[in-house]
């Protein structure tokens, strides 16, 4: 499937839902007088979604890729914190939710990775590269591998296995 909007994109989605379910958590009562803690997991979940939709919107392969690490990298950074909260007893009582909220960052982290590792060695610039002349060749040349297609399809039906 292609994508025209980063708010199609489940990744971002998912990051969404990181975002909003870690600042339910943050309005616990146990967050009273940790400020710092509070705000640095809300902003670093927050950064997922929004490095996602600003390397989108760059238009270049490598910007992409870079946001996508920063993603990947804030995606862990809340894990970390995580992993605080439930060490620290004040919290107990939310660690059925810092478990979830962890097993979120992790499937994240997971989707980051994938998306990454495909663009990576991939012939594609981006959007902001593509000009008239290009956008030609990569549809003639959509269209000949479609036509290779059927004819090899039609000769598979004229010259059955022996």
Not at 118 to 143: C, F, W
Request: glycine share 4%.
């Amino acid at each position: 499937m292609k994508y025209e909007r980063f708010e199609q994109l489940p990744v971002w989605q998912a990051g969404m839902t990181l975002a909003e379910r870690s600042f339910k958590l943050t309005a616990d009562r146990a967050f009273n007088y940790q400020g710092d803690l509070r705000s640095q997991l809300q902003r670093a979940a927050l950064s997922v979604s929004n490095n996602v939709a600003e390397g989108f919107e760059r238009g270049t392969t490598q910007e992409l890729l870079t946001f996508l690490y920063i993603a990947r990298g804030s995606a862990g950074e809340v894990r970390s914190m995580l992993c605080l909260l439930e060490r620290l007893d004040h919290f107990a009582h939310l660690k059925p939710e810092i478990s979830n909220l962890k097993s979120l960052a992790e499937s994240i982290s997971r989707q980051l990775r994938s998306w990454a590792d495909s663009l990576q060695n991939s012939p594609i610039t981006g959007q902001r590269y593509l000009t008239v002349k290009t956008q030609r060749a990569a549809e003639q040349k959509k269209r000949a591998d479609a036509f290779l297609e059927k004819l090899k399809a039609a000769q598979g039906r004229h010259n059955p296995p022996n």
